[in-house]
């Protein structure tokens, strides 16, 4: 049964001249003024949310966004502002690219902010999918086997530091400690402090590709999955639950169709299907104009991404169009029944799925959010009776 309701917020400003005929993404550029207000967007949508009965505000680390579409570079950081600003709410790390972090530096992060918060941040991890910042931060992407093989060490390394008093660690990429001398003694083991107060740490991860080694490594962990979140086609893929369902088994740890994970969407609502596919068409496709090139929708062939760059042949041409994600599944557009009835559906295909995501794609102004909002609140989820907030947790 869907309980929770959440929204991702990767992080777009709010963008002129888009969609098919506007401006190409590799041409927009925008001033510092600008690009900072998706921290006071990020406090709008947050605060507006906490009232509403929304389970968690997602946040998406980026960096060198100067296109504006993705400009939040610390969620952490970020999520302990909004966790002074909100009382109810759950602010969620979705996801912090473990590649551009020292996995201890991470580990400390996040647990300083399970403390202050009392335990309303929610922690992810990912692998990245820009070249731009991961390999700038001197780790792989372009290297995909690389790229897993460190951020699968970075993981079990965070998670030694969570949930041990005491750790060591000897890897292809790490050995910690070193064995240097200090104080009289050689370091042989590291304490992290602090350590998070809230243990077992709740993590969630995307599901994108969905291999079965990717899989079985989340759920050796404990890892929560998202699946979808707009970019990837279709919505919740159904091969990807059933292969969730089977790395679990695989390791002794069964579960039921649709447990420990969340579908996300993108979603407009409007008085018809029509019409919000008529309103929300540019923004539909002034996100693909930025995910499409990023390995996130492996539908579109080279000869459309070279398309999509020139917005006088982009608008006529045989791209993706907002009505094929309608009808796939992965955006969800109308009326509130037209949304209810797409939700009902998933409740009764995935008897132990909990949560949905909704989110807005890039592009969609803060006035417009905002609104969106607030009509799904109060249009959409009152349908499911036994959705609640989460409940206040006191500062420690």
């Known amino acids: 049964m869907i309980t929770k309701f959440d929204s991702l917020y990767a992080g777009h400003t709010d963008l002129d001249n888009i969609g098919y005929g506007g401006t190409p993404i590799n041409e927009r550029r925008y001033s510092n003024a600008h690009l900072a207000t998706a921290l006071s967007k990020a406090e709008s949508m947050a605060t507006l949310m906490d009232g509403l009965g929304y389970n968690c505000f997602w946040m998406a680390e980026h960096h060198f966004q100067r296109e504006g579409t993705e400009c939040i570079p610390n ?90 008093e005491r750790f060591s660690h000897k890897g292809k990429y790490y050995t910690l400690p070193p064995e240097v001398p200090y104080r009289g003694y050689t370091l042989k083991e590291l304490t992290l402090v602090p350590r998070p107060f809230h243990l077992p740490v709740e993590c969630w991860q995307p599901i994108q590709g969905g291999s079965m080694r990717a899989l079985e490594f ?44 969340c579908f996300g969407f993108h979603f407009y609502m409007a008085n018809s299907r029509e019409q919000g596919m008529k309103e929300a068409a540019k923004y539909y496709e002034e996100n693909m104009k930025m995910f499409g090139e990023l390995r996130l929708v492996r539908a579109i062939t080279e ?50 799925l909990d949560r949905i995501s909704v989110s807005l794609s890039v592009g969609v102004p803060e006035k417009v959010a905002l609104e969106q909002l607030d009509r799904f609140a109060k249009e959409v989820m009152p349908a499911f009776k036994e959705a609640k907030a989460p409940q206040p947790m006191l500062v420690r």
């Open 75 to 164: 969620t952490i950081l970020m999520a302990l502002h909004l966790a002074h600003r909100t009382k109810n709410i759950k602010i969620g790390c979705g996801f912090n690219i473990t590649p551009m972090w020292h996995p201890l530096r991470l580990a400390e992060d996040f647990a300083t902010a399970d403390i202050l918060t009392g335990g309303r941040i929610v922690f992810g991890v990912g692998r990245g999918y820009h070249t731009r910042e991961v390999e700038t931060f001197g780790s792989p992407l372009r290297h995909q086997e690389a790229n897993r093989a460190l951020f699968e060490e970075q993981v079990d390394i965070i998670f030694k530091a969570f949930n041990n």
């Open 218 to 261: 989340m759920a050796k962990h404990g890892i929560h999955g998202m699946v979808g979140g707009g970019s990837a086609e279709g919505g919740a893929m159904h091969r990807v639950v059933l292969d969730w369902q089977t790395a679990h088994a695989n390791i002794g740890k069964p579960i039921e169709l649709g447990e420990r994970l």
């Open 303 to 352: 000869e459309q991404m070279e398309i999509m760059r020139d917005p006088k042949r982009a608008p006529t041409a045989k791209l993706p169009r907002i009505e094929d994600a309608v009808k796939a599944g992965g955006f969800l557009c109308g009326n509130a029944d037209n949304l209810i009835e797409h939700i009902k559906a998933l409740e009764k295909k995935y008897p132990a």
